[in-house]
């Protein structure tokens, strides 16, 4: 399979690095990984101080790319199936693709968040499957953290996705489980997307076929 995983950079704590790593090179033995890497805390500091400053939110998505950039060389760093170099676009992490098993990358474009751009990517490339390793176990009516009614779903049509994080706001750093644009394009896309708690174990058992956290379906 060909597999496109957004991993959230809240995730990718410095003590998990080599866990990721293990697990992305196991996989990729039998199948084609992309991994497009979150910004988490670095981003959001560096965004939050820039912001302070007077920055506009595109100088903010900036320093959130070159955040993600930096997660992407410390994966990287660990692997031993991919090249060391970050992509800074589809079309280059599609020809290094071409030689290589796993292609690491950060964001790519301003109002991009990294969930938006694994989904294009996955669009791009023709992906099989797309997973969205992130913070919590699924995708829920509302916020978890913040209403304890919030109710979990384990399946749920892109439609219903795309109403759901519509709600949602679009600042620089900004922190829900799946963002509009990327709701909008696994909708247009139809590819089937898993939106999981992002332990390194789950991302095997969701390879392997197990259904955890929120498998999205295309809308009919």
Request: proline fraction near 3%; include cysteine.
């Amino acid at each position: 399979m060909k597999l496109v995983i957004s991993l959230g950079g809240s995730m990718l704590r410095l003590d998990k690095i080599k866990d990721y790593a293990k697990v992305l090179d196991d996989i990729a033995r039998d199948h084609k990984v992309f991994v497009v890497v979150g910004g988490g805390r670095i981003a959001r500091e560096y965004i939050n101080t820039a912001r302070s400053l007077g920055a506009d939110e595109t100088f903010c998505d900036y320093i959130g790319i070159l955040a993600t950039r930096l997660n992407a060389m410390l994966l990287i760093s660990a692997l031993k199936s991919s090249p060391k170099v970050v992509p800074k676009d589809f079309i280059e992490a599609y020809e290094l693709s071409k030689a290589y098993d796993i292609i690491v990358m950060g964001g790519t474009f301003p109002g991009h968040t990294t969930d938006a751009t694994a989904a294009l990517l996955a669009e791009f490339v023709n992906a099989d499957m797309l997973l969205i390793a992130t913070s919590v176990d699924g995708v829920y009516s509302k916020d978890p953290k913040a209403y304890s009614d919030a109710i979990k779903f384990d399946r749920l049509p892109a439609s219903k996705l795309v109403e759901i994080v519509s709600k949602s706001t679009a600042k620089a750093g900004s922190s829900v489980v799946v963002d509009l644009l990327a709701a909008k394009i696994i909708e247009r896309s139809k590819i089937k997307t898993v939106v999981f708690f992002g332990e390194p174990e789950n991302i095997l058992r969701v390879v392997r076929g197990e259904e955890i956290g929120t498998v999205i379906e295309a809308s009919s």
